[in-house]
């Protein structure tokens, strides 16, 4: 690659994380400001900190959206990959079918995934509330990850695991020690984008959650009536270092053990 | 066919399974639905009418659609002009470095895009980041807004939007065979050239899927639309949302969510369509040998059927 | 293959750190409280101050499982497909407790346990949506008036909704997204009831509407408080407590109350029909019409409140504010929104056409 063009790749990587991040530095800055209406800047305090933590439902709230988002990203990576393989490999009764269904659910408005899914939830007899969110939210997400985990697996070298197979190995194992290292950077990115569906997730956890369990963006988008608190500002703060702390951990972590 | 296979049953159940309960059967529900009058004590009564679609045969709901399809349309171009070289850029980076760069994109989404919107706003603001910093550069003279356009709108779109194609993108470039553009360059193809003849084809897997993740979401999607652009027109999801929630006509609500289904399946089918002419086409040229060099019949595998991988079958089988 | 060991280890190492946090909120969580102490409030995010529910919890030792909805149509959806079950306390606005009601979602008020319903203002009770309210105890209420910023125009030349048309507002008008508010004002200004089911009147609503498109920038009656405050725009509809707020940040802001009168709304307390806990719901109502409770609620949100014991204690600021304590006369042609019935199909119709430029 001439210098030139490494010189431009590597501005334009950083404007895109510019972009990116700006907005949350914004928020960030934002936590520290004096006012509780305006969005102009009055001054230095932390007491949107102190009111941050005197505020219990709200951190529940957070916590409560973090698990389920966890789980529900896992869970639908786990499936919507398998989705991706049987999709990909397999021939069976109503393949087609399954295939149409990842992509109906993408495109299914928010609204309309809530209230089929409360109205199926309420046909089942099943109390809503932490499942049912979960069951959900796995559903929005897998036809994200299996639609990357196809892309990925598109031009794949499909003698790669029938040598795999003629050498005896069973479908798990090839599927163990051929397929699913190829599709790793896919299904990673899958479960990242699994988590984030899941984090912001509001029209369908508001249908299909219950009376004792609420979540982040539920709690925030209800905010809009009266004007938002600007304690969320310092819990989007706090969670965004959380993060970014574990993730320099992990790194570090990471690294170390190659060693 | 006939060995024992215990992953590949349990699998397919599993999924089968998943999709069944919590896609197909709510789906068929909807559709249902949309053949069914309008209630006032249930929401929906059992009579049967066709009347649903034949309300949505009218120029204001064609409007509606036309617009909508515009703006996701023209947000997912700019999510891939933008997300396309960034994720080529990524997936070229050193190894150890890419699951970091890659992580990096999404953390700002995991704060609540509620708050990201907010944080917009004041940005775009009149005096607010931007014009400040625009007036300070000596760019503008007076304090200029962004805000309650198109322009709001689209960073807005993009901005909520970009690692739903950045993500898929650089799944699909990651693997990218380096050896096969230099063999390209070798033979004496320029770099453009090579990147138009070698990478975009083996990279048009990840396009479509990027493009497919952005569009889809963006044509429900109402809510930035509404707070950054000031709500002038009324967008399919608004309908959407609307006719189930204000309007509380839910036959018709379930009609236009189906209407966009029947409008996307046949978008599938057309990209396939002409993904398979395209691919026949270039198998005859033969002159981009790298992108199906080396490549036998699939045995495995029936024709065809998706996008993401229809591409691929078409060549496989060509 | 080493990239991928090292990202499939990246990844262990962040999934094992947020299980960590998973199993630790899991079991720090919240215990589940006896089964009597508890009440479920469905509300608007923080519409009761959380000092207020943790005062109710401590007086009564009853523990307020509190979870938010973002519109009254969705809760309505809700609420009504599941049959009225789960809640223990709604807060439906104006005529939604006409439609719960109707449709059997909700339960009678037992007046008998509520001693402090005689400090409610009989301006604000016995209104249309709920005669005699058997049904809903108000909690606060309000009006959507006009604000206008004096930098742009003379506030005092401002005395009707029709001066929304001046030409010094062009491009800088705010409606709200909602049929019923914009196309309300719109019946106003033309001298015809918000609740107008008449279909000339309602399309000629939406051509006075149609009208002053050109001028409006933003359709989005929660973003008003901000895009006053900024001077993004300078005149249109704006709810009065959010304008108490932006009156109070920028000086040239002034809420006028036109003379063919204001939508009025009011927040009832309800209970629906299938709550488990109706005894502490209805402990929770007469807790929050206590005057220093409802004082301290109205103080936060400064809407006005239906609380005449309330009123005569609150802050002087809002007592005298006009915004917050309007006299009668600025309530003279001011309406409660009610329920249109089957009309509800003509709004849809005419604010798609408004809304798609047809």
Same mark, same amino acid.
């Given at each position: 690659?001439?210098?030139?063009?490494?010189?431009?790749?590597?501005?334009?990587?950083?404007?895109?994380?510019?972009?990116?991040?700006?907005?949350?530095?914004?928020?960030?800055?934002?936590?520290?400001?004096?006012?509780?209406?305006?969005? =102009?800047?009055?001054?230095?305090?932390?007491?949107?900190?102190?009111?941050?933590?005197?505020?219990?439902?709200?951190?529940?709230?957070?916590?409560?959206?973090?698990?389920?988002?966890?789980?529900?990203?896992?869970?639908?990576?786990?499936?919507?990959?398998?989705?991706?393989?049987?999709?990909?490999?397999?021939?069976?009764?109503?393949?087609?079918?399954?295939?149409?269904?990842?992509?109906?659910?993408?495109?299914?408005?928010?609204?309309?995934?809530?209230?089929?899914?409360?109205?199926?939830?309420?046909?089942?007899?099943?109390?809503?509330?932490?499942?049912?969110?979960?069951?959900?939210?796995?559903?929005?997400?897998?036809?994200?990850?299996?639609?990357?985990?196809?892309?990925?697996?598109? =031009?794949?070298? =499909?003698?790669?695991?029938?040598?795999?197979?003629?050498?005896?190995?069973?479908?798990?194992?090839?599927?163990?020690?051929?397929?699913?290292?190829?599709?790793?950077?896919?299904?990673?990115?899958?479960?990242?984008?699994?988590?984030?569906?899941?984090?912001?997730?509001?029209?369908?956890?508001?249908?299909?959650?219950?009376?004792?369990? =609420?979540?982040?963006?539920?709690r925030v988008y209800s905010m809009v009536r009266l004007g938002v608190k600007p304690d969320i500002n310092a819990l989007s703060a706090v969670m965004f270092t959380v993060t970014i702390v574990l993730v320099l951990l992990a790194q570090t972590l990471t690294r170390t053990r190659r060693k | 066919m006939t060995q024992r296979r215990p992953f590949r049953t349990a699998s397919i159940a599993v999924v089968w399974l998943w999709?069944?309960?919590?896609?197909? *059967?709510?789906?068929?529900?909807?559709?249902?639905?949309?053949?069914?009058?309008?209630?006032?004590?249930?929401?929906?009564?059992?009579?049967?009418?066709?009347?649903? #679609?034949?309300?949505?045969?009218?120029?204001?709901?064609?409007?509606?659609?036309?617009?909508?399809?515009?703006? @996701?349309?023209?947000?997912?171009?700019?999510?891939?002009?933008?997300? #396309?070289?960034?994720?080529?850029?990524?997936?070229?980076?050193?190894?150890?470095?890419?699951?970091?760069?890659?992580?990096?994109?999404?953390?700002?989404?995991?704060?609540?895009?509620?708050?990201?919107?907010?944080?917009?706003?004041?940005?775009?603001?009149?005096?607010?980041?931007?014009?400040?910093?625009?007036?300070? *550069?000596?760019?503008?003279?007076?304090?200029?807004?962004?805000?309650?356009?198109?322009?709001?709108?689209?960073?807005? *779109?993009?901005?909520?939007?970009?690692?739903?194609?950045?993500?898929?993108? #650089?799944?699909?470039?990651?693997?990218?065979?380096?050896?096969?553009?230099?063999?390209?360059?070798? *033979?004496?193809?320029?770099?453009?050239?090579?990147?138009?003849?070698?990478?975009?084809?083996?990279?048009?897997?990840?396009?479509?899927?990027?493009?497919?993740?952005?569009?889809?979401?963006?044509?429900?999607?109402?809510?930035?639309?509404?707070?950054?652009?000031?709500?002038?027109?009324?967008?399919?999801?608004?309908?959407?949302?609307?006719?189930?929630?204000? @309007?509380?006509?839910?036959?018709?609500?379930?009609?236009?969510?189906?209407?966009?289904?029947?409008?996307?399946?046949?978008?599938?089918?057309?990209?396939?369509?002409?993904?398979?002419?395209?691919?026949?086409?270039?198998?005859?040229?033969?002159?981009?040998?790298?992108?199906?060099?080396?490549?036998?019949?699939?045995?495995?595998?029936?024709?065809?059927?998706?996008?993401?991988?229809?591409?691929?079958? @078409?060549?496989?089988?060509? | %293959?080493?990239?991928?060991?090292?990202?499939?280890?990246?990844?262990?190492? %962040?999934?094992?750190?947020?299980?960590?946090?998973?199993?630790?909120?899991?079991?720090?969580?919240?215990?589940?409280?006896? &089964?009597?102490?508890?009440?479920?409030?469905?509300?608007?995010?923080?519409?009761? /101050?959380?000092?207020?529910?943790?005062?109710?919890?401590?007086?009564?030792?009853?523990?307020?499982?509190?979870?938010?909805?973002?519109?009254? $149509?969705? %809760?309505?959806?809700?609420?009504?497909?599941?049959?009225?079950?789960?809640?223990?306390?709604?807060? /439906?606005?104006?005529y939604f407790i006409s439609m719960m009601r109707d449709d059997g979602l909700l339960a009678k008020i037992d007046k008998s346990k509520l001693k402090n319903f005689k400090n409610l203002s009989p301006k604000v009770l016995n209104q249309p949506f709920d005669p005699g309210n058997e049904y809903s105890v108000p909690y606060m209420w309000g009006s959507s008036g006009l604000m206008v910023n004096k930098k742009v125009v003379?506030?005092?030349s401002i005395t009707s909704w029709n001066d929304l048309n001046r030409p010094e507002f062009s491009g800088k008008v705010i409606l709200s997204d909602d049929q019923r508010d914009s196309l309300g004002v719109a019946l106003k200004a033309l001298g015809y009831s918000v609740n107008s089911t008449n279909e000339a009147e309602i399309k000629a609503a939406y051509e006075w509407l149609k009208k002053l498109l050109p001028a409006?920038?933003?359709?989005?009656?929660?973003?008003?408080?901000?895009?006053?405050?900024? $001077? $993004?725009?300078?005149?249109?509809?704006?709810?009065?407590?959010?304008?108490?707020?932006?009156?109070? $940040?920028? &000086?040239?802001?002034?809420?006028?109350?036109?003379?063919?009168?204001?939508?009025?709304?009011?927040?009832?307390?309800?209970?629906?029909?299938?709550?488990?806990?109706?005894?502490?719901?209805?402990?929770?109502?007469?807790?929050?019409?206590?005057?220093?409770?409802?004082? &301290?609620?109205?103080?936060?949100?400064?809407?006005?409140? /239906?609380?005449?014991?309330?009123?005569? +204690?609150?802050?002087?600021?809002?007592?005298?504010?006009?915004?917050?304590? /309007?006299?009668?006369?600025?309530?003279?042609?001011?309406?409660?929104?009610?329920?249109?019935?089957?009309?509800?199909? +003509?709004? &849809?119709?005419?604010?798609? %056409?408004?809304?798609?430029?047809?």
């Amino acid at each position: 690659m001439t210098l030139r063009l490494r010189t431009l790749r590597t501005c334009l990587v950083w404007l895109v994380y510019a972009f990116l991040y700006v907005p949350i530095l914004v928020v960030i800055v934002y936590s520290f400001n004096d006012a509780r209406y305006t969005t =102009e800047w009055k001054g230095f305090t932390l007491k949107w900190y102190s009111a941050l933590a005197a505020n219990g439902p709200l951190v529940d709230a957070a916590l409560n959206s973090l698990s389920v988002a966890t789980l529900a990203a896992t869970i639908a990576t786990v499936l919507g990959t398998l989705a991706a393989i049987c999709i990909r490999r397999y021939r069976f009764p109503g393949r087609k079918v399954l295939h149409g269904c990842i992509y109906v659910l993408t495109v299914s408005p928010d609204i309309v995934m809530g209230i089929s899914l409360l109205i199926f939830f309420i046909a089942m007899g099943v109390q809503l509330g932490f499942w049912t969110l979960l069951a959900a939210h796995v559903t929005l997400a897998l036809p994200f990850v299996t639609v990357t985990v196809l892309a990925r697996l598109a =031009e794949f070298d =499909e003698q790669l695991i029938e040598a795999a197979r003629d050498l005896g190995a069973s479908e798990w194992r090839a599927f163990r020690h051929v397929l699913l290292p190829l599709a790793a950077p896919a299904v990673a990115a899958g479960w990242l984008l699994s988590f984030t569906l899941s984090m912001d997730d509001v029209l369908v956890s508001f249908f299909v959650t219950g009376p004792t369990f =609420e979540v982040l963006p539920l709690r925030v988008y209800s905010m809009v009536r009266l004007g938002v608190k600007p304690d969320i500002n310092a819990l989007s703060a706090v969670m965004f270092t959380v993060t970014i702390v574990l993730v320099l951990l992990a790194q570090t972590l990471t690294r170390t053990r190659r060693k | 066919m006939t060995q024992r296979r215990p992953f590949r049953t349990a699998s397919i159940a599993v999924v089968w399974l998943w999709l069944g309960l919590f896609a197909l *059967l709510p789906n068929l529900g909807l559709l249902l639905v949309t053949f069914l009058e309008r209630g006032e004590s249930d929401f929906v009564s059992l009579v049967f009418t066709w009347d649903n #679609y034949a309300r949505l045969a009218d120029p204001v709901f064609v409007r509606i659609l036309g617009e909508s399809l515009w703006l @996701a349309a023209a947000s997912t171009l700019v999510c891939l002009l933008i997300g #396309y070289p960034f994720a080529y850029a990524v997936a070229t980076a050193r190894r150890g470095l890419r699951p970091w760069l890659l992580l990096l994109v999404v953390i700002p989404f995991w704060t609540n895009s509620l708050i990201r919107t907010y944080a917009l706003i004041i940005i775009l603001k009149s005096q607010g980041l931007a014009s400040n910093v625009l007036m300070a *550069l000596g760019l503008v003279s007076e304090p200029v807004s962004f805000m309650y356009g198109e322009f709001a709108v689209f960073t807005g *779109l993009t901005y909520t939007l970009l690692p739903f194609m950045i993500l898929p993108l #650089y799944a699909s470039i990651e693997k990218l065979d380096k050896r096969l553009l230099d063999a390209a360059k070798d *033979l004496g193809a320029s770099s453009l050239r090579a990147f138009w003849h070698v990478t975009l084809p083996l990279t048009l897997p990840g396009i479509v899927a990027g493009c497919m993740l952005v569009f889809l979401p963006s044509l429900g999607c109402f809510y930035i639309p509404e707070i950054l652009g000031g709500a002038k027109s009324m967008l399919i999801g608004n309908f959407i949302k609307n006719q189930f929630l204000v @309007a509380r006509d839910w036959p018709l609500g379930a009609a236009a969510s189906t209407i966009l289904t029947v409008l996307l399946v046949l978008m599938i089918i057309g990209y396939w369509l002409s993904s398979r002419r395209v691919a026949l086409r270039e198998r005859k040229g033969a002159d981009t040998g790298a992108a199906t060099a080396g490549r036998t019949p699939d045995a495995t595998h029936e024709d065809g059927d998706g996008m993401t991988h229809g591409a691929h079958d @078409a060549r496989g089988r060509a | %293959m080493r990239t991928k060991l090292h990202a499939a280890r990246a990844a262990l190492v %962040m999934v094992g750190l947020a299980l960590a946090v998973l199993a630790a909120t899991l079991f720090a969580g919240p215990a589940v409280a006896a &089964e009597e102490k508890v009440l479920h409030v469905y509300n608007w995010s923080e519409y009761v /101050p959380q000092s207020v529910l943790d005062r109710f919890t401590k007086e009564t030792g009853i523990k307020v499982v509190y979870t938010t909805y973002e519109s009254n $149509e969705a %809760m309505y959806a809700k609420i009504k497909l599941l049959k009225g079950v789960g809640y223990d306390v709604v807060v /439906p606005s104006t005529y939604f407790i006409s439609m719960m009601r109707d449709d059997g979602l909700l339960a009678k008020i037992d007046k008998s346990k509520l001693k402090n319903f005689k400090n409610l203002s009989p301006k604000v009770l016995n209104q249309p949506f709920d005669p005699g309210n058997e049904y809903s105890v108000p909690y606060m209420w309000g009006s959507s008036g006009l604000m206008v910023n004096k930098k742009v125009v003379d506030p005092a030349s401002i005395t009707s909704w029709n001066d929304l048309n001046r030409p010094e507002f062009s491009g800088k008008v705010i409606l709200s997204d909602d049929q019923r508010d914009s196309l309300g004002v719109a019946l106003k200004a033309l001298g015809y009831s918000v609740n107008s089911t008449n279909e000339a009147e309602i399309k000629a609503a939406y051509e006075w509407l149609k009208k002053l498109l050109p001028a409006v920038r933003v359709f989005d009656v929660t973003a008003s408080k901000q895009a006053f405050i900024s $001077e $993004e725009v300078a005149a249109g509809l704006i709810w009065n407590g959010d304008a108490y707020i932006a009156a109070g $940040e920028n &000086e040239n802001l002034v809420y006028v109350y036109p003379r063919e009168g204001v939508p009025l709304w009011v927040d009832s307390l309800a209970i629906p029909v299938g709550a488990k806990h109706k005894d502490n719901a209805h402990k929770f109502i007469d807790f929050l019409l206590r005057p220093d409770v409802a004082k &301290e609620c109205v103080e936060e949100y400064n809407y006005s409140t /239906p609380n005449v014991a309330a009123q005569k +204690i609150l802050s002087p600021e809002l007592a005298k504010s006009r915004i917050t304590s /309007p006299s009668d006369a600025d309530l003279k042609n001011a309406e409660f929104t009610n329920s249109v019935g089957n009309a509800l199909e +003509i709004y &849809e119709k005419y604010w798609e %056409m408004l809304k798609t430029g047809s």
